[in-house]
């Protein structure tokens, strides 16, 4: 290497307009003049929604009123509705002194969903982590056994509701889902047209339209004298209705496994259950473990809409919060309160996701 | 062993044997239709028995009887008096009508947002990303109940509404704009029909030309002065009368004007942004798709930032971008259906009311069914369309 006097010698730091907060701001920000146009355009925007949103949520909040006479007056958030029925929305109705039974299935559920995340778990073993995280549940809501207090399921609500829901559902759909799946691809044709109508009827339908068939329909394709509950109709709607969009996903699984692959199995001599159980099946869910993921949270935001035939979840009970009359009007900060719930759920599973998506795909990449 | 000497063994007669494939194949048909059968024959049995246990008429003639409730918003003539299957087409088009403006401002808000995702633009990008997060994080009835609690709890009543600029109010009422009124109306609408027509046809010449001759029309503002001149000489030939309609405040509410009801703003507002959210995820995919090579090939043919765009990026990024805005086009029109959660009328809350009145819940249902799949199909099959005419054209 010739040295000359423009060289620039090695480990000297860069010309000072390339570092810094000022290069940065020019680089980020002022590049061009559009840029600069759209970055003051953004902190107008900024300015003019940040410092309102502080003020109203914690500067001129009100978070010890007594009542709501009280609350009224300050200019901003009422919190102190949210601190009088926090236990009626997380909660419902379910029976005061026994709400640490919903508290702990709450937490149980979220350890089984947390546990099915984990690498380590992804094996025969999960569905015994779903099996024993499910009958505790059951347990704890119900009781009337060791000792807990028999509570039926119509004054259960709140988080565990949603929670309950949404986990049951991706459980039983999860199973369906693949069979259906697999029967859309079926060589039969009688099996593969009732699997498509299955699958294409219930996802040209809103999922309100099969509630509102579980909740009045339902009760008049069973015999006669023979009732099933209410919360268990929607749960089955709930089941129905995931299993046609998890039938879809599972279906791009399979069609990304190669010919060969089948064909291999085939010359192995496995039966056709033997193949599928043995060699694709592993190879296909690993492919739609993100996008499962993606209907999981899906599955948890609509949940909510089982408001719309009176299922006590949390976003009924905050409404059931709301219509006291001696709290009325405080809406807003309700609706943000479980909007931060949901938020944070979805939010960290679609983290997780995108995690997981970089990370499996490593795998893949040699 | 000599192989020539041994004769050739015909073909085994057919017999029907377990180990066939055929007739195993056969076997599990015929079980699994028998199943389906069975099950279906179950339910319509227990139904029937139910219905008549109940004495529920059946049968779709209650939809010529008199409805005899009152749908706050009616495009098309409705009156209580009317029957319930005109009460259900203006549910229907009500659906529609939120559909279709859903669709196109959300499209375009999304595509922005997305476009913003990518921006180079450190405040802008992250800004977007806030935005994506925060909205499809939330469900989207939680976000029309926060609409319609903000517009109606939080917004001043109609004597003290907010007047950001002339004729346009902001109250508890919902929005006030000003609209158009007159004779000459039905002409401009009519011009703007010609103008489209005519912009598709000038598109196909203009086509055709460019490749028999190589000479570039300048389509767009073609189709800009087509835009403004017909409904233009339509309003000069119907004779011009046009008035513009004020709202204005008479005793306790408006009079005049275009109305959106608070149920329709919310509707409109949770649908747009919830699915805004999503759209701004399938562009910013659709534009990374595209690789990098393909902006620097364009331009060192000399293409401008924008004919690049144009003619190289858009045309593989939408190739993209079409099959799960789709999907993003049925989830809007579906998710509509939560209007009956805040009362607007649409068609499952019409329903709903039909089927209170009158109990005869199957043939409802069954109508909101296939509504959504007439309407759902309709879409799919428009986008399935485009999508072919886009894509990718292979050996």
Known sequence: MTSSDTAVPAGSPPPSGHVGAWAWARSQLFSSPL????????????????????????????????????????????????????????????????????????????????????????NLRLLWVWLAGLAIVAVLMWGGVLGLTYVENSRWGGLPVTLILSTFGIAFAFPFGVLLALGRRS???????????????????????????????????????????????????????????????????????????????????????????????????????????????????????????????????????????????????????????????????????????????????? | MTPQNKPVPSPPARRLSWNDPGVRALVYQAAALGAVGLVVWFLVSNTLANLAARNIATGFGFLSREAGFAIGENLIDYSPSSSYGRAILVGLVNTLRVAALGIVVATILGTLIGIARLSKNWLVGKLAAIYVEVMRNVPLLLQLFFWYALITENMPGPRQAANPMPGVFISNRGLKLPGLEGDALDWMLAGLAVAIVAIVALGHWAGRRQEATGKVFPLGRAALALIVACPLLGWLASGGSLALDMPELRGFNFVGGITLTPEFAALLAGLVIYTSAFIAEV??????????????????????????????VLPQALRVIVPPMTSQYLNLTKNSSLAVAIGYPDIVSVVNTTLNQTGQAIEGILIIMAAYLTVSLSISLFMNWYNKRIALVER
């Open chain 2, 283 to 312: 562009v910013r995919s659709g534009i990374q798709a595209v690789n990098l090579g393909q902006w620097e090939a364009a331009g060192s043919l000399g293409l401008r930032r924008g004919l690049v765009l144009r003619l190289v």
């Open chain 1, 35 to 122: 840029n600069a146009l759209l970055t003051i355009l953004s902190v107008w925007l900024v300015l003019m929604a940040v410092p309102a949103v502080v003020d109203w949520a914690l500067l001129s909040a009100n978070f010890t009123a007594q009542n709501a006479q009280e609350c009224r007056q300050s200019a901003g958030a009422c919190w102190a509705f949210i601190a009088e029925k926090h236990r009626l929305i997380l909660f419902g109705t379910y029976p005061y002194e026994e709400q640490w039974r919903p508290l702990l299935a709450s937490l149980v559920l979220i350890a089984v969903i947390v546990a099915s995340g984990m690498r380590r778990f992804w």
């Open chain 1, 187 to 366: 060589r039969m044709p009688a099996i593969k047209a009732l699997c498509v109508i299955y699958i294409e009827l219930i996802r040209g339908v809103p999922l309100i339209s099969l509630l509102f068939m579980s909740s009045v329909m339902l009760p008049l394709f069973l015999p006669v004298g023979f009732s099933i509950d209410k919360l268990l109709r929607a749960q089955i709607a709930i089941i129905l209705f995931a299993a046609a969009y998890i039938a879809e996903t599972v279906r791009g699984g399979l069609q990304s496994i190669p010919k060969g692959q089948y064909e291999g199995g085939e010359s192995l001599g496995l039966s056709y259950w033997q193949q599928m159980r043995i060699i694709v099946l592993p190879q296909a869910l690993k492919v739609v473990i993100p996008p499962l993921v993606g209907i999981f949270i899906v599955l948890f935001k609509d949940t909510s809409l089982v408001v719309i035939i009176g299922i006590f979840d949390l976003t009924l009970a905050a409404k059931a919060a709301l219509s006291d009359a001696a709290w009325r009007g405080f809406g807003v900060e309700a609706y943000v309160f479980i909007s931060l719930i949901y938020f944070v759920f979805c939010f960290s599973m679609s983290r997780y996701s995108q995690a997981l998506e970089r990370r499996l795909e490593r795998g893949h990449k040699r």
